[in-house]
């Protein structure tokens, strides 16, 4: 009996160009065994929503450097409920003033990850979320 990989969609929302650390924080969650979807640079909400739709993600995460963290993640976490995908846990990364962390959270966001974060608590957060809901 083997276990379902947990699928990821990374993604860059935006018009934010340097994809660095999403490729590296994409590599060390394939480098754990998880299914990892890349969608490349200057994705609009509505093209993260319906590739996490079409990819049967478990967990959507957003790299986002542009400051415009407060309009596009709370349009893909709508558009991520309009298509029935209200499991899906997201995760952000990239330049996220604190003050702005509470409202993310509220939103519904499971991690929040600047600069410098290590990529194994990356893999062990993404890892607990998804786990949480598999036994819910």
Do not use: C
């Not at 754990?32 to 739709?53: C, F, K, N, S, W």
């Not at 959507?60 to 893909?76: C, D, E, N, Q, T």
């Amino acid at each position: 009996m083997t276990e379902r990989k947990i699928r990821v969609l990374v993604a860059k929302p935006g018009l934010d160009g340097h994809d660095r650390g999403a490729k590296v924080v994409a590599r060390a969650l394939r480098d754990a065994g998880m299914e990892v979807i890349y969608t490349g640079l200057r994705q609009t909400p509505e093209m993260i929503a319906e590739a996490a739709l079409q990819e049967d993600v478990d967990v959507v995460g957003l790299s986002i450097l542009s400051g415009a963290h407060m309009a596009l993640v709370p349009r893909v976490i709508e558009l991520l409920k309009a298509n029935g995908m209200e499991h899906v846990k997201v995760f952000v990364g990239g330049i996220i003033p604190d003050e702005d962390v509470p409202r993310l959270k509220e939103l519904g966001v499971a991690g929040i990850y600047g600069p410098g974060t290590s990529t194994e608590d990356i893999v062990r957060d993404v890892r607990a979320a998804v786990q949480g809901v598999a036994s819910s």
